[in-house]
């Protein structure tokens, strides 16, 4: 079935001509009301700069951070899809013990705000936990070629507490929606191939491994797509914990330069090239898996 093709219509216009409208009205509040000093010129230093020492160019405080925010956000998306692959077959399970387990772990995550998940898994995970098991000590002891891959992949040695702390919070986070998404998808393939299967003498592990999982892997990646692109929105909130993501670095450059539109709306740029480069690789993964699978 060929695509739909794209008309212009009145109200896009009218769209179009309101957001230019509000983008002119600010820019002018801005400078007449404001008195604003725009400096685009000094943002390109924390973007990208040259370091005399070692003679090259490195990233900026905004890079660094926009770095920290994909580093971040993938590690989490792998967690959080190990943890939702779990536990979302835990909620189909035929066992009443490991439904109501995935059923009270949705249901208790998904009703308690992030800050406060964030605060929770902080303050007992980094102070209690990693102390107990001494983290820090394994993380200095580390050898020379580990500590150099650590900022490659994550962050340095020292905010590495943090980093885990804000990982792990994220994980638990994302995982009870993945948790619903693989629920769904799974539950959502006919019964028919749950009775082949069945008929085929496959055990309940090897009809969900080789029947079911297969069908539903197309209709869940979809939502898990978007799943990806909510958790790099998500990321900003770890700033409250200090870890120096994206908003963390913004909002640290706005009060050292009072930069604050010149930051904000280049923060605002970044995310927005982040999440839509997601939606659209996300569009493309999901055109070719319906070619797939019909």
Known sequence: MPPKKTRFTPLDAVLIL??????????????????????WDLLVHYLLRWEETTGRWVPGLVTQGLLTTIRLSIWTM?????????????????????????????????????????????????????????LEAMLRNLPGWAKELLPWVAVPVDRMPNFLAALLTLAVYEGAYITEHVRSGIQSIERGQHEAAYALGLSPWQQMRHVILPQAVSRIVPPLAGQFIATIKDTAIVSVISVQELTFQGMELMAATYMTFEIMITITLLYLLLTLSCSTLAGRVEHRMRRVYG
Do not use: H, K
């Open 18 to 39: 309101s957001i230019t409208a509000f983008g002119v009205i600010f820019l002018w509040r801005v400078n007449a009301t404001l008195d604003y000093q725009w400096r």
């Open 78 to 134: 792998l967690l959080a899809t190990c943890i939702g692959v779990i536990m979302g077959m835990a909620r189909c399970s035929t066992s009443l013990f490991l439904r109501m387990a995935g059923w009270t772990y949705v249901e208790t995550v998904r009703n308690v705000p992030p800050l406060v998940l964030i605060f929770i898994f902080y303050f007992f995970l980094a102070d209690q936990i990693m102390t107990m098991i001494g």
